[in-house]
């Protein structure tokens, strides 16, 4: 099993500019996330998708759409890129439901996003 | 939610038993308690959960006070790989998903 996987590992984009980061896991979980982490800060989540075919806002979603096009994938876009998106996102995933013993994350390896 | 606090950072010399502590004086009786770590810019690993018990696994053990207001994770024989920011976080329902709030944690450095 890979796990969760991202794609790609590492973008620079300018100003503007819109791109996808794209997610998928393997372990048939229900839930995935989208996190954001800056220098010398934890985790913030941004969006997340507690099942398919649905999608819910976190802490910091201005800026940012997802996609959870199935069960495996989940995609964070932005549209018009900003300086202040640049970051390390990473994607997670748990089996799920809310709450509950079953609940750990996993979670990738990280897109590191500089945005000009 | 529950909110968690932890030493910012901790050293421990390998081999020794690494014990790193978390308050959460504000737990609720169906939070969990998880711990996981970060090592270097690497995606953040799960390591244990527990909700009153202590737990153990192959990678620590997790050491729960009886009125849950504070908890351990114990590394029984820390090693150079050990050395990582380690976050504890209260696992509270919400909405329908894990809501999970990763603060700075605790930065272990594990000493030759």
């Known amino acids: 099993n890979a796990g969760v996987t991202q794609t790609p590992k590492f973008q620079v984009l300018k100003t503007g500019q819109s791109m996808t980061l794209q997610c998928a896991q393997d372990?048939?979980?229900?839930?995935m996330y989208w996190y954001r982490q800056d220098p010398g800060m934890g985790l913030r989540l941004i969006y997340y998708?507690?099942?398919?075919?649905?999608?819910d806002k976190g802490e910091v979603p201005n800026g940012y759409n997802v996609s959870r096009l199935n069960k495996r994938e989940f995609s964070l876009r932005l549209e018009s890129a900003a300086p202040s998106q640049t970051s390390v996102y990473f994607c997670?995933?748990?089996?799920?439901?809310?709450?509950?013993?079953?609940?750990?994350?996993?979670f990738g390896p990280g897109t590191r996003l500089t945005v000009l | 939610d529950a909110k968690t606090t932890q030493p910012p950072s901790m050293d421990c010399a390998e081999g020794r038993a690494a014990n790193l502590p978390c308050n959460h004086s504000?737990?609720?009786?169906?939070?969990?308690v998880y711990w996981y770590r970060q090592i270097h810019s690497q995606g953040p690993q799960y390591i244990i959960h527990?909700?009153?018990n202590n737990e153990t696994n192959e990678m620590a053990s997790l050491i729960i006070t009886e009125d849950r207001k504070s908890s351990t994770l114990i590394l029984p024989h820390a090693t150079l790989r050990d050395t990582a920011v380690y976050y504890c976080?209260?696992?509270?329902?919400?909405?329908?998903?894990?809501?999970?709030?990763f603060g700075i944690g605790t930065k272990l450095q594990v000493i030759p």
């Open positions: 527990g909700l009153k």
């Open positions: 997670a995933s748990s089996e799920g439901p809310a709450g509950g013993p079953r609940n750990e994350q996993f």
């Open positions: 504000t737990i609720s009786g169906n939070e969990y």
């Open positions: 372990m048939n979980h229900n839930s």
């Open positions: 998708s507690a099942s398919e075919g649905t999608t």
């Open positions: 976080i209260v696992s509270a329902s919400s909405g329908g998903y894990q809501k999970v709030t």
